[in-house]
Structure formats: C-alpha cells, structure tokens
T-cell receptor, first 113, second 111 residues
Framework: SQTIHQWPATLVQPVGSPLSLECTVE??????LYWYRQAAGRGLQLLFY??????ISSEVPQNLSASRPQDRQFILSSKKLLLSDSGFYLC????????????FGQGTRLTVV | DQQVKQNSPSLSVQEGRISILNCDYT??????FLWYKKYPAEGPTFLIS?????DKNEDGRFTVFLNKSAKHLSLHIVPSQPGDSAVYFC??????????FGKGTRLSVIA
C-alpha cells in the first residue's frame, strides 16, 4: 500500500532563517506531487505541483520554492522566512492519467517568529 | 477569484440527525468533485467523490449530490455521529489537474 511521510510535524523558525520541508511517498512510482498550505480562514491553497523529476509548477508567487530531486521526494524551501509564511503545510500525491483523489501527509505546522 | 466556495463556515447538528454540507463552484470545466474530512493538526482524508457524469454517489452514511446546472454539490451524512465532528473541505478538478479546495465548513455533532 502507498504511504506518504512528511516531516517535521512542527517547526518554529525565526524571521529570515531558511526552511526545508521534506516529503516522501512509498508504494507507488511516478506520482503527481503537491504542496498545499492551510492558512487561517483561507482553506487549502495550492503552492506547487510536480508531474516528474525536476518539473515544478508554481501556483502562487511568494517567498517559497520547491524541488523534486527524486521520483518520490518533494522538498519545500525558503532562503529567508517571513512572518507571513506561518501556516500548516501539507504534502500530497496522486496517480496520473485519471481524475482522482489526492492523498495527504500529516502536515507541518510552521510558526515564524 | 474563488472557484470553489463553501459559504457556511460552521454547522451544528444533533447526533443521529442529518448533516448537510454545501459547496458551490464557478468553473464549468470541473469534472470531478470530492469531499475531504480534516481533524486539527492532521492532513485531510478523502471521504467520497463524484464524477460530473453522475448526480449522486453513496458510500455508507455519506452521500454526495451534484447539481451541474446550479453548479452546486452537497454532502449528506446520515446519521451524524460525534466522531464526524471535523472540518469538511469540498474540492474539484479538471481532469488530472491539481485539486482546488474551498475554505471548509466546521461540523460539530452534538451528543
């Protein structure tokens, strides 16, 4: 069966510090991968998605970037965090080719102080 | 521009009664609709989905209804249980594109 791992679960970082959140998927190959953010009162906002290694689409211009160095690894990064980057970050995966559900990781609560 | 709208931020229902959560969308190209359930500090979990070629899909206590002409879908939970208390997100997609989510509705089932 497929599983998705996302870490860390919580993170407190000072303004201006770098960020790296990692997500890995097991039990499937060549998935679509996604980063979403849940901010207060704003639902789930798509940040980045990837259909393959090195292929990243950005949905929202911002202080963040994403990379997919391996087929089942997706990384969310920032060089310098802003207070507005605080939120609940969620990694997800889905199969290709058909309309289908996405499966989410447990999320990372990021607080920028 | 919000393509998927959940206009009720919260809903309270008594245990055993029906919960009805509503969702409206603006993009007529959406062809796949989903409902997710989310507990605090956890990722959303998939509940039920419906293709645009159908108007109803049922899975146990959960039923999703789709009204394409009104661009409206709803989730019915019967009977509601205290464990159903969570935030429910409506989502939609065009083909295999990323899901677009609403802002969520917090359901409280009161014993």
């Amino acid at each position: 069966s497929q599983t998705i791992h996302q870490w860390p679960a919580t993170l407190v970082q000072p303004v201006g510090s770098p960020l790296s959140l990692e997500c890995t998927v097991e039990g499937t190959s060549n998935p679509n991968l996604y980063w979403y953010r849940q901010a207060a009162g704003r639902g789930l906002q798509l940040l980045f998605y990837s259909v393959g290694i090195g292929q990243i689409s950005s949905e929202v211009p911002q202080n963040l970037s994403a990379s997919r160095p391996q087929d089942r690894q997706f990384i969310l990064s920032s060089k310098k965090l802003l207070l507005s980057d605080s939120g609940f970050y969620l990694c997800a995966w889905s199969l290709k080719g058909v309309p289908t559900e996405a499966f989410f990781g447990q999320g990372t609560r990021l607080t920028v102080v | 521009d919000q393509q998927v709208k959940q206009n009720s931020p919260s809903l309270s229902v008594q245990e055993g009664r029906i919960s009805i959560l509503n969702c409206d969308y603006t993009n007529s190209m959406f062809d796949y609709f989903l409902w997710y359930k989310k507990y605090p500090a956890e990722g959303p979990t998939f509940l039920i989905s419906i293709s645009s070629i159908k108007d109803k899909n049922e899975d146990g206590r959960f039923t999703v209804f789709l009204n394409k002409s009104a661009k409206h879908l709803s989730l019915h939970i019967v009977p509601s249980q205290p464990g159903d208390s969570a935030v429910y997100f409506c989502a939609a997609s065009v083909g295999n594109t990323p899901l677009v989510f609403g802002k969520g509705t917090r359901l409280s089932v009161i014993a």
